[in-house]
């Protein structure tokens, strides 16, 4: 069983990437934990969009 991780400060960019591992994945995905979190930066506010993908490789 292998992991692969995601972080991104935007959700098009993490769905591209996930998209693209999933693409290419020659294995069998167990499971996908998603989260997203956010705090303010002096008074810019920043979101941080990440995945695990938790999967077992051929």
Do not use: R, T
Not at 13 to 36: R, T
């Amino acid at each position: 069983m292998k992991v692969k991780i995601f972080d991104f400060e935007d959700e098009g960019d993490l769905q591209n990437a996930m998209n693209g591992f999933l693409a290419d994945l020659e294995g069998e995905v167990v499971d996908i934990k998603y989260e997203v979190s956010s705090f303010l930066m002096g008074e810019e506010q920043i979101y941080c969009f990440s995945a695990m993908i938790i999967y077992y490789p051929n």
